[in-house]
């Protein structure tokens, strides 16, 4: 598929050499394409990896990742132009400055605004809940970490799992996008749990019987 990945940070250079390695087309939407710096990164995700303004990655894909930090989500997404139809997978999680919390839930979620702030897009909540080291390598002694994932478009959620199984992850359909309102505070955990002592070598997996 055609990737525009807008946030070439950890999370977006990590899925981004992920997918890059199954076979997708990524191009990364940044604020700053000539940045030498940005460009070395970006290049070190893939041969065929390349940078471009947020408006153009996004013009030529059919997949958008959303991997910017919370505060500058909404500016991003007013940089890529219309997203209307297009499917938009949103990995952010709205965290306080000091990782203590959550900066809105319960009522609403990160996944609800992003989709308030792409009008007629399919957006998908995915990669939220795990650290971007488990995006590298989700494979566990136990088996492969889960993908929560959730949205309302099902030919959405379907092209986001596929991606999460590319990646090898276990793709696990959480519901309607009003369950990003549940894979957030779960996100909270996973960070705590990491801080708290347990470091990043830890992810979630859904056992069954
Ligand atoms: N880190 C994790 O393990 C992890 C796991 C799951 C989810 N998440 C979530 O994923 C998101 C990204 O996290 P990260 O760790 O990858 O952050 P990061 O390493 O700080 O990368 C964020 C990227 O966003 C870019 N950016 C900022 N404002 C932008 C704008 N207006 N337009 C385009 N790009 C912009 C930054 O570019 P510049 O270089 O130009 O500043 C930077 O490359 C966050 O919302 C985080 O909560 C993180």
């Known amino acids: 598929m055609r990737i525009a990945i807008v946030g070439a940070g950890n999370v977006g250079t990590t899925l981004g ?97 992003v989709a308030g702030w792409a009008p007629g897009a399919r957006v998908v909540k995915i990669f939220n809940t795990t650290g971007f080291n488990n995006m590298a390598n989700p494979r566990y002694p136990e088996g492969a970490a889960t993908m929560f994932y959730c949205g309302d478009d099902a030919g959405a959620k379907q092209v986001a799992a596929a991606l999460a199984s590319d990646l090898g992850f276990d793709p696990v359909d959480a519901g309607p996008l009003t369950s990003a309102r549940l894979l957030e505070p779960l996100a909270m955990l996973w960070i705590s749990l990491a801080i708290r002592g347990q470091g990043r070598e830890i992810a979630f997996r859904l056992m069954r019987r």
């Open 17 to 113: 050499g992920g997918w890059a390695k199954a076979g997708h087309q990524v191009v990364y939407g940044v604020r700053n394409p000539t940045d030498a710096g940005v460009a070395r990164r970006v290049a070190s995700t893939g041969a065929a990896a390349r940078t471009a303004t947020v408006a153009d990655a996004v013009a030529g894909s059919e997949v958008v990742l959303v991997a910017t930090p919370w505060t500058a989500t909404q500016e991003a997404l007013a940089s890529a132009g219309s997203l209307a139809d297009r499917i938009v997978l949103d990995c952010t999680n709205p965290l306080k400055p000091d990782l203590t919390g959550l900066s809105l839930g319960q009522t609403t979620s990160g996944g609800e605004q």
